[in-house]
C-alpha cells in the first residue's frame, strides 16, 4: 500500500513559486496514478492534478499552465512545480493514489502540507 509523505510547503508572497514533494513510504507507487488534492480552509478536498504511471498528466483548469507534476518512477517521487502562485491556491496539499489509497476499510491520507499564498 502507498503511504505519501509530503513536504515542500511554506509561506509565499502572490507570484512567487514553490515545490512539492512526496515521498512512499509503503509498497512501489510507481504503478499507480497518483495526485495531488488540495483542501482550502473551510472548503473539501479536490485533486488538482494526476499523472499516470507512464506519465501522462492532468490538471483542473484553475491550476492550468501555473502548476507541473511529475515523478521519478525509481524513487517512488511524485513532486508538483508551483508557479505563479495565487492567495486562492492556499490550502493544505496532499498527494494520494487516484482513487485515494484505502487501509483497514478507510481511506489513508497523510499529514499533508501546507501552502499560504499572502503578501
Known amino acids: 500500500q502507498v503511504r505519501p509523505v509530503e513536504s515542500g510547503g511554506g509561506l509565499v508572497h502572490p507570484g512567487g513559486s514553490l515545490r512539492l514533494s512526496c515521498a512512499d513510504s509503503g509498497s512501489s507507487s510507481s504503478i499507480y496514478t497518483m495526485g495531488w488534492y488540495r483542501r482550502p480552509p473551510g472548503k473539501q478536498r479536490a485533486l488538482v492534478a494526476s499523472i499516470t504511471s507512464f506519465g501522462t498528466t492532468t490538471t483542473t483548469d484553475s491550476v492550468k499552465g501555473r502548476f507541473t507534476i511529475s515523478r521519478d518512477n525509481a524513487k517512488n517521487a511524485v513532486s508538483l512545480q508551483m508557479n505563479s502562485l495565487k492567495p486562492e491556491d492556499t490550502a493544505v496539499y496532499y498527494c494520494?493514489?487516484?482513487?485515494?489509497?484505502?487501509?483497514?476499510?478507510?481511506?489513508?491520507w497523510g499529514q499533508g502540507t501546507q501552502v499560504t499564498v499572502s503578501s
Open positions: 494520494n493514489t487516484i482513487p485515494p489509497t484505502v487501509i483497514n476499510g478507510k481511506e489513508y
